[in-house]
């Protein structure tokens, strides 16, 4: 499986933007699926994750209520819809599989930026 992620750019504070995770060479089915983020002189933050085919939604406490992480029906394509965003969301964002069935990620995609301005 390789991971495409997209949907970044530039949004004002309140705003709203979707990222999109598209698997070639597989699906996210049965597979731990995950959304995280880095800015700038911070640590990696899992974001949200989703496990075993819709089961298991978590998300960080910085984005709880904000954001949503969801599959497309042929679970190919994973989201994260960000709403109400804030400066502080302000990072790369990528997404992450694991194999079927595993707890870890293995897989990993290039990132997308996300640029909240004030």
């Known amino acids: 499986v390789q991971l495409q992620a997209s949907g970044g750019g530039l949004v004002q504070t309140g705003g709203s933007l979707k990222l999109s995770c598209a698997a070639s060479?597989?699906?996210?089915?049965?597979?731990?699926v995950g959304w995280f983020r880095q800015a700038v002189g911070k640590e990696r933050e899992n974001v949200a994750s989703?496990?075993?085919?819709?089961?298991?939604?978590r998300y960080a406490d910085s984005v709880k209520g904000r954001f949503a992480i969801s599959f497309d029906n042929a679970m190919n394509t994973v989201y994260l819809q960000m709403d109400n965003l804030k400066p502080e969301d302000t990072a790369l964002y990528y997404c992450?599989?694991?194999?079927?069935?595993?707890?870890?990620?293995?897989?990993w995609g290039q990132g997308t930026l996300v640029t909240v301005s004030s």
């Open positions: 992450a599989v694991g194999k079927q069935f595993s707890l870890e990620y293995s897989i």
């Open positions: 989703i496990r075993w085919n819709n089961q298991n939604l």
């Open positions: 060479g597989g699906t996210f089915k049965s597979r731990l």
